[in-house]
């Protein structure tokens, strides 16, 4: 059955620009850019459409990934349900996708309820056997004011790098919305990545708006001052809405080992 899959998926990497649908909520397209062979996989949140994922895709690429060695990019809509009972993206054949790709990191970002779906992905990867654990050593995971749902130590230690973002306006001390459960899956993941937070000081967020700022981790500027407007968040870039990217300066290298003492002769 997986090779079949793969057979089918390898077809999907053909140089265009335009994007290409692989499952159900799952389109990628091929950038063409040469000497170039990572991904980028992006996971809309809650209730966000398709095209919106490839718009924020697009403009995250085009910004901060575009010279990082990035060719391919793939853009998930977010779950029909806030908790993914669902289980309805095509999560089995975007596996069998990324697998046709044997080389280059794959570089995931996952937002709000979004995270429960990239995890089903780990979870199928981790399933697979070595061909999947390699796969996800060479992934790097960004839950982006996301869950923990589906997330498991054995699949975070398989991981290249793991970090938990969440987003902190310094003018006023809020934190967005899910803060608290990043900051305890970064702190019990320290060593593979940990936790990260984005200083959201340009958000224009107003005081205590938890929602607005959970979107400050797709645009720097969300539209909404209150809260969150997912179909404008997503898509209306402008030089003073840029996509937030701060994230993406994390590490995507583990840490050397430290050196081994040599015992005195």
């Known amino acids: 059955?997986?090779?079949?899959?793969?057979?089918?998926?390898?077809?999907?990497?053909?140089a265009s620009p335009g994007w290409t649908s692989v499952a159900v909520g799952v389109s990628c397209r091929d950038t063409?850019?040469?000497g170039a062979y990572g991904t980028f996989l992006a996971y809309g949140g809650w209730g966000v459409k398709e095209v919106?994922?490839?718009?924020?895709v697009d403009e995250v690429y085009r910004t901060a990934l575009a010279r990082r060695g990035v060719r391919y990019l793939c853009a998930v809509r977010g779950p029909a349900e806030v908790d993914y009972a669902g289980r309805e993206i095509g999560n089995s054949a975007l596996a069998a996708h990324l697998l046709t790709r044997p080389r280059g990191l794959v570089i995931i970002a996952a937002h709000s309820s979004g995270s429960f779906v990239a995890h089903e992905l780990f979870?199928?990867?981790?399933?697979?056997?070595?061909?999947?654990?390699?796969?996800?050593?060479?992934?790097v995971y960004y839950d982006l004011d996301g869950g923990e749902s589906?997330?498991?130590p054995a699949i975070?230690?398989?991981?290249?790098?793991?970090?938990?973002?969440?987003?902190e306006d310094s003018t006023t001390g809020t934190r967005?919305?899910?803060?608290?459960t990043m900051i305890a899956l970064g702190t019990q993941y320290s060593d593979e990545g940990g936790v990260?937070?984005?200083?959201a000081a340009r958000s224009g967020c107003k005081p205590g708006a938890k929602w607005c700022l959970h979107d400050a981790l797709v645009t720097e500027r969300p539209h909404n001052p209150e809260t969150f407007d997912l179909e404008q968040d997503y898509q209306g870039f402008l030089p003073d809405r840029p996509a937030a990217v701060a994230y993406l300066s994390a590490p995507w290298n583990p840490p050397a080992p430290a050196p081994t003492a040599v015992p005195p002769h």
């Open 176 to 180: 967005s919305a899910n803060a608290a």
């Open 150 to 152: 589906g997330l498991t």
């Open 52 to 56: 919106w994922a490839q718009a924020w």
């Open 32 to 34: 063409g850019r040469t």
């Open 156 to 167: 975070v230690d398989h991981l290249r790098r793991a970090y938990f973002v969440y987003a």
């Open 123 to 139: 979870g199928e990867l981790e399933a697979l056997g070595l061909q999947g654990t390699v796969l996800l050593g060479r992934m």
């Open 196 to 199: 990260l937070a984005v200083n």
């Open 1 to 14: 059955m997986m090779g079949a899959l793969l057979t089918l998926a390898a077809a999907f990497w053909t």
